[in-house]
């Protein structure tokens, strides 16, 4: 019920392509769906997020769609970069309490 | 940087060593965390703390002890540690009843 799944673990992408990575999870009661973005040597950081009474949200070339029935959300990179190469966890809370992250996907694009 | 502190960046500590990892968060939050992140796992929620109370313990060994003074300090007290517990340490905060998290950059810490 607590588990949130990420998949791919590892995503290669060649410069100006799109990145995907998807999520599942299990308990109906999460209601927060955070994306964060780690660089090697840093901490996690929040690139974007979504609740669930939408079902996509948009920044600069970041994307997280949602699909409430299917219980999986997925980011999508537009013209990925090599600057966007890092590690990407999704998560997923409950009212404001304590995240449940997913196993984490690196991000490679080539140049 | 995004308000969360964290001392030592990185560690080498003895199996028989005791030592602490320090945390400091700027940002008026009253719950702060403790994750543990190895290779290949999904960031692991140690502790939680809610104004200065520990409102969660996920099973962790005793030889991990955390303290939290006051709601911008966060520490955690390792002693006898074993080999798999290296890993990169991580402290986070928010706002109580909020969901987003802000992560220090972590200490690297090696048990030998």
């Known amino acids: 019920q607590q588990q949130v799944k990420q998949s791919p673990q590892s995503l290669i992408v060649q410069k100006g392509g799109i990145s995907i990575i998807n999520c599942a999870y299990e308990?109906?009661?999460?209601?927060?769906f955070p994306w964060y973005q780690q660089f090697p040597g840093k901490g996690p950081a929040l690139l974007i997020a979504?609740?669930?009474?939408?079902s996509e949200k948009k920044e600069g070339r970041f994307t997280i769609s949602f699909n409430k029935s299917a219980k999986q959300f997925s980011l999508h990179i537009m013209d990925s970069q090599p600057g966007d190469s890092a590690t990407y966890f999704c998560?997923?809370?409950?009212?404001?309490?304590?995240?449940?992250f997913g196993q984490g996907t690196e991000l490679s694009v080539k140049p | 940087e995004t308000g969360v502190t964290q001392t030592p960046r990185h560690l080498v500590m003895g199996m028989t060593n005791k030592k602490s990892l320090k945390c400091e968060q700027h940002l008026g939050h009253n719950a702060m965390y403790w994750y543990k992140q190895s290779a290949k796992k999904p960031l692991e929620l140690m502790f939680v703390?809610?104004?200065?109370?520990?409102?969660e313990n996920n099973s962790v060994p005793s030889r991990f002890s955390p303290e939290c003074p006051n709601s911008s300090h966060l520490f955690l007290h390792l002693h006898t540690l074993q080999p798999e517990d290296s890993a990169l340490y991580l402290c986070a905060s928010s706002r109580t009843g909020g969901a987003e998290a802000f992560f220090g950059q972590g200490t690297r810490l090696t048990v030998v």
């Open positions: 703390y809610n104004f200065k109370e520990q409102t």
């Open positions: 308990n109906t009661a999460f209601d927060y």
């Open positions: 998560a997923a809370s409950r009212q404001g309490g304590k995240l449940i």
């Open positions: 979504i609740r669930p009474d939408v």
